[in-house]
């Protein structure tokens, strides 16, 4: 029995734990920003992962469209992982319901907690949506979720070999499942986020398209060097270096097709990127074990060759 595992990450998380998860149940992992640009994805393995962060309680535009490529799933085993900083949401009940709309069948969903690198809102009343800024987490509790991922990967690893079927970790308040049953996200988080950004236009988007436009309020400050580091790392080649007049060298102007995995703040190394004015001298984040060459090797290829190990492509389709 052959296993693919198809990985989305930003920050490192979701990356980390699947690479333990390859190396427990001797699968090829394959990054999905590095297959994006195939029209359709056939993959060739008995068993299919699905390993991503939880974005909004649900999943991430990118991962969306890449299951909408997929075909040939009816036969095979297919199995979720997420990686959360707070709940798993509705990411797990959602990627069943996209997996079914492409004829196959989520055997299985599994969720590994790991340190929060988003937004989060200031205990401001005045000006509450231009305060949002980078929830900072102790290193202590950093730490400990780090340390403690090995065995719930282990676990999962457990359960894909034996091809369970059934488990589905929903962690989830009922607040969220009410939210989620009365579509408030279309209804009313959409405004709210494109708000928090700064984007006045209404947008006829749907919620988890908008959040593409939410780009609008990344901005570099006076340490960029024009490094490129942030181009090179965006898993959806969202960012292009353009020189300005005036300006000592090229600085990254964003395109509107943003996943907001955070990848440009969180791994600039001169911390020069911010979201509105609300994140200069706040704490980064990406996962200790996870070195800026492994995303690199994860972002889409510049070359146009398929890349190899962890950054390999699935077989051409």
Known sequence: MTTQIYYFSGTGNSLSVARGLAAQ????????????????????????????????????????????????????????????????????????????????????????????????????????????????????????????????????????????????????????RLADALDLNERLGKWVWLKVAGVEEPSALSFIESRQLMDQAFQADENCNGCGICAQVCPVGNIEMVEQAGAPHARPSWRHRCEQCFACLQWCPQEALQFRDTTAGKQRYHHPEVKLADMLKAAPSTTGEPGMGDGAGAPPS
């Open 25 to 176: 149940i001797e699968a090829r992992l394959i990054s999905i920003p590095r297959v994006m640009d195939r029209a359709s994805i056939i993959p060739d393995a008995d068993a299919i992962g699905l390993v991503f962060p939880v974005y909004h309680k649900g999943l991430p535009l990118i991962l969306q469209r890449f299951v909408e490529k997929l075909a040939g799933l009816d036969q095979k085993y297919v199995f979720g992982v997420c990686t959360y900083g707070d709940t798993s949401g509705m990411a797990i009940p959602h990627l069943r319901q996209l997996v079914r709309s492409r004829g196959g069948h989520l055997a299985a969903g599994f969720g590994v907690h790991m340190p929060f690198n988003y937004l989060t809102p200031a205990p401001v009343l005045r000006g509450f949506f231009s305060a949002f800024t980078l929830r900072e987490v102790p290193l202590e509790k950093q730490r400990a979720l780090v340390a403690a991922a090995p065995a719930k990967i282990e676990q999962i690893a457990a359960a894909v070999k034996a091809r369970q079927s059934g488990t589905y970790e929903i962690i989830c308040d009922p607040l969220t």
